[in-house]
């Protein structure tokens, strides 16, 4: 960043969102939420891609508190899309012991929003609980497993835009 204010360029969403997001990526969570605040102190709104990359910074170090911490702040000012679940859903089955129960509730609420999920969102929340409760929990809610696994995450959804 310092180099673009030095050339004269403002970062954005964007630029910020790179740095959070390239924080997150290598497990420095708590940089990604010093970048992350450093963009909203500097009059930057943040949006989904930003709340984003800091949950999944925490969710993939299983650290679900903070991860679930961050998805309630993006619920008050955004909402919440399928990466948001999909990220939360994953620091439940990463956390060490794995947390079904928030998982399981993660995914009911995903559901219930309107999002289908695929094969990222089973594939963790059946490590957060398992293959048998996977299958009851998409039974109860009308989802076909086997359809589920080969939808693939979208890309555009997980680059930095």
Not at 40 to 50: K, R
Not at 52 to 62: L, Y
Not at 144 to 161: F, G, I, L, T, Y
């Amino acid at each position: 960043l310092s180099k673009m204010k030095a050339e004269g360029l403002k970062p954005n969403v964007v630029s910020y969102t790179a740095l959070i997001d390239s924080c997150a990526k290598v497990g420095e969570s708590d940089n990604a939420v010093r970048w992350f605040e450093v963009m909203v102190e500097s009059g930057i709104t943040p949006n989904a891609v930003s709340y984003n990359a800091v949950i999944n910074g925490f969710a993939r170090r299983g650290d679900t508190e903070n991860a679930l911490a961050w998805l309630d702040q993006m619920r008050r000012v955004l909402p919440l899309d399928k990466v948001s679940y999909n990220s939360a859903i994953n620091s439940c089955a990463v956390a060490d012991p794995p947390r079904s129960e928030e998982a399981e509730e993660l995914f009911r609420e995903m559901r219930a929003a309107g999002f289908m999920p695929n094969a990222s969102t089973l594939t963790s929340l059946e490590r957060a609980t398992s293959v048998k409760r996977r299958n009851q929990l998409c039974w109860e809610l009308g989802i076909d497993v086997e359809k589920a696994m080969q939808r693939k995450p979208q890309r555009e959804h997980r680059q930095v835009r």
